[in-house]
T-cell receptor
Framework: DARVTQTPRHKVTEMGQEVTMRCQPI?????VFWYRQTMMQGLELLAY????????DSGMPKDRFSAEMPDATLATLKIQPSEPRDSAVYFC???????????????FGSGTRLTVV | SQQGEEDPQALSIQEGENATMNCSYK?????LQWYRQNSGRGLVHLIL?????REKHSGRLRVTLDTSKKSSSLLITASRAADTASYFC????????????????FGQGTILTVHP
């Protein structure tokens, strides 16, 4: 089965350090999302790309977060400097060019669990 | 803010029983999707229903959509212990770029526990 691959799976870092999370979307998918999941806020959309162009990053704190797609096979989410409140699970998801198909929806990666101490 | 509100927040049933979860949303949508999340894992797509559809079936899953009430329900029939997970509805309102699909906005989820 085609998968969305996220690295690293777990990351523990000290406050103030830079964190980079990576996502390899499914080949041929050109819609990519970054979500953050916490117990308090649930699943929040951070950024949304189509054809590598950002369509919506209004949910992302711009002062410390940045999201890019250097090429069609890689999406990155960076936090600099990281803070304890950034501790969460970060998910990447990708979708086909024509939008979610009835049998497929969007495919999520397994997530990066970030802990900032 | 979350578009979808799910009800109940938690549901505990016995194997073989049916489980019904509800989702309400606020704005017009292009489609609504349901996802499952096992503890510590990513989300898995279950079913998608478009705004012009009223009911969809997939195996033991049945989804209804009432756009006049801005609500949807997910029914899992003959539940199994393996169905234990969190279930999320997600709405897709389309986007201003003219495409019929866009970002997903998730509800808070229903935690389903199925006892053997």
């Amino acid at each position: 089965d085609a998968r969305v691959t996220q690295t690293p799976r777990h990351k523990v870092t000290e406050m103030g350090q830079e964190v980079t999370m990576r996502c390899q979307p499914i080949l041929g998918h050109n819609t990519v999302f970054w979500y953050r999941q916490t117990m308090m806020q649930g699943l929040e959309l951070l950024a949304y790309f189509r054809n590598r162009a950002p369509l919506d990053d209004s949910g992302m704190p711009k002062d410390r977060f940045s999201a890019e797609m250097p090429d069609a096979t890689l999406a990155t989410l960076k936090i600099q400097p990281s803070e304890p409140r950034d501790s969460a699970v970060y998910f990447c998801a990708s979708g086909p060019n024509r939008g979610p198909l009835p049998g497929n929806g969007y495919t999520f990666g397994s997530g990066t669990r970030l802990t900032v101490v | 803010s979350q578009q979808g509100e799910e009800d109940p927040q938690a549901l505990s049933i016995q194997e073989g029983e049916n489980a019904t979860m509800n989702c309400s949303y606020k704005t017009s949508i292009n489609n609504l999707q349901w996802y499952r999340q096992n503890s510590g894992r990513g989300l898995v797509h279950l079913i998608l229903i478009r705004s012009n559809e009223r009911e969809k079936h997939s195996g033991r899953l049945r989804v209804t959509l009432d756009t006049s009430k801005k609500s949807s329900s997910l029914l899992i029939t003959a539940s199994r212990a393996a169905d234990t997970a969190s279930y999320f509805c997600a709405t897709d309102a389309g986007n201003a770029g003219g495409t019929s699909y866009g970002k997903l906005t998730f509800g808070q989820g229903t935690i389903l526990t199925v006892h053997p």
